[in-house]
Structures are given as structure tokens and as C-alpha cells.
């Protein structure tokens, strides 16, 4: 059996008095898509940012890849380096669409004709290919996301956590998104995205993990490796 990417136990997160996640137990596979589905203020974005080691949790434990995570700066920094956390409204900086992708390559030293090639890979993956020379300030809410999308691509990041990727954006993003998002899981990453909609998970065959209050709703939240993605599959395999 293969090591899960995530394991969490009696984890607490707290914003003062306030409840941001309480989730008991929770395990995350490597290479798999989950989707955590739950209302405004249910925790999903808390959630996230434990996951990508920004939200240190007051209790419990986290261990990635089978190793329990050690909330020393110089030790939890490194882990952070192997996740990329895409915000629902993520930054562009200012300058061309190229150096924003080439962000997290220029920070590792990679070498410019190296640099180029991946920045070019990344926007043609994610449906904009010739955009390098673009405003990134002038983007649509669509193609702003996308380019996030290709900025963590080009970090070649294990995993990806998705707030809400395919939230007010146009059909056409929508839909690259989504079979985007499918690709890369059936590829071996391991992605964690956030919805208000659970059918993304029939649709994208992945598992659902619902939350309530900032915890974990174990009778709603069920595998979706369902009905409809193996109809989905069939149907792609006699088309």
C-alpha cells in the first residue's frame, strides 16, 4: 500500500476563541484529486493553508509523505517549497505574463533558455499559448488564473491547492480548467481544491470531503470514484 501525501490527526485550528478547522482524521493520497466542498466560512480555505504549511494548527499532528511535519521555520519552509497554494484571486506582479510564470524559476536560478522553455510549456498547457509578452495587470479574471495555474506548473510543485479554481470565470476557462485539473491528477499530482459544489467531484471522479463549521461531515463526505466517472470513462473509451 502506498504512503499517503497527507495524514492529519486531531488537528485544531483557532482564531481566538473562534473554530477555524477541527478535523480528527483525514487522510489525503498521493496522485489523487479531492474536492472539499462546504458553504462560506466552512473552512475550506483554513483547511488549505494547513495543508500548504501556512496554518500552523494549535493541536494535532501532520505527517507528508509518511513523515509527521516538524513546525520548526527552517524545517516546515522546506515542505512548502514541494506545494503551491492558488488563491481564488491570485497576484499577478506587474510586468509581462512570461516573468510572472517565470517567477518561482528565477527565484531556483534556473537558467534563462531553460526558463523560457518551461514558461512556454506551462502557458500552452493551460490553453494560452503566445502570451508570454501580455500585461499581467490587464488579464481577464479567467486568464488570471490560468496564468497562476501555469506560474505553479512551472515550479513543477507535488502538489497543487486550488481555491476555488473554477469560481466566477468565464465558460471557456471553466472548462480547460476543469479537464486541466482531471489531466494533472490522472498524471500523479496530487490536488486539493475547494467548491461550493460538490458535483465537481462526481465530474472530475475525485473524492469529496465536506465541511461544516470547520469540520469534517464523514456521512456526506464520501468517495466519488462513481457511477458517473466510470460511465464518464466508458463513454470517452467507446467514442
Not at 499532528?61 to 516546515?76: A, C, H, M, N, R
Amino acid at each position: 500500500m502506498s504512503i499517503p501525501k497527507y495524514q492529519l490527526s486531531s488537528i485544531r485550528v483557532l482564531y481566538g476563541d473562534t473554530l477555524g478547522v477541527a478535523v480528527d482524521k483525514l487522510t489525503i493520497v498521493a496522485g489523487g484529486l479531492h474536492v472539499v466542498v462546504g458553504s462560506n466560512g466552512s473552512g475550506k480555505s483554513t483547511l488549505l493553508g494547513v495543508l500548504a504549511f501556512l496554518n500552523k494548527p494549535e493541536h494535532g499532528e501532520i505527517s507528508f509523505d509518511g513523515v509527521p511535519v516538524e513546525w520548526e521555520s527552517g524545517k516546515y519552509s522546506l515542505l512548502r517549497k514541494r506545494v503551491t497554494l492558488l488563491h481564488q484571486n491570485p497576484y499577478m506582479f506587474s510586468g509581462t505574463v512570461a516573468a510572472n510564470v517565470a517567477f518561482g524559476l528565477v527565484a531556483r536560478n534556473i537558467g534563462k533558455k531553460d526558463t523560457r522553455s518551461v514558461v512556454r510549456e506551462s502557458l500552452e498547457r493551460v490553453g494560452l499559448p503566445g502570451f508570454e509578452p501580455r500585461n499581467a495587470k490587464r488579464l481577464s479574471g479567467g486568464e488570471t488564473r490560468r496564468v497562476a495555474l501555469a506560474r505553479a506548473l512551472a515550479c513543477n510543485s507535488e502538489v497543487l491547492l486550488l481555491d476555488e479554481p473554477l469560481a466566477h470565470v468565464d465558460r471557456t476557462s471553466a472548462t480547460l480548467l476543469e479537464n486541466l485539473v482531471a489531466t494533472l491528477a490522472s498524471g500523479g499530482i496530487t490536488i486539493v481544491m475547494s467548491s461550493h459544489d460538490e458535483r465537481w467531484g462526481a465530474r472530475l471522479g475525485g473524492k469529496v470531503i465536506h465541511l461544516e463549521d470547520g469540520k469534517l461531515d464523514p456521512a456526506a463526505g464520501q468517495s466519488l470514484y462513481n457511477e458517473f466517472s466510470r460511465c464518464h470513462g466508458r463513454d470517452n473509451a467507446n467514442s
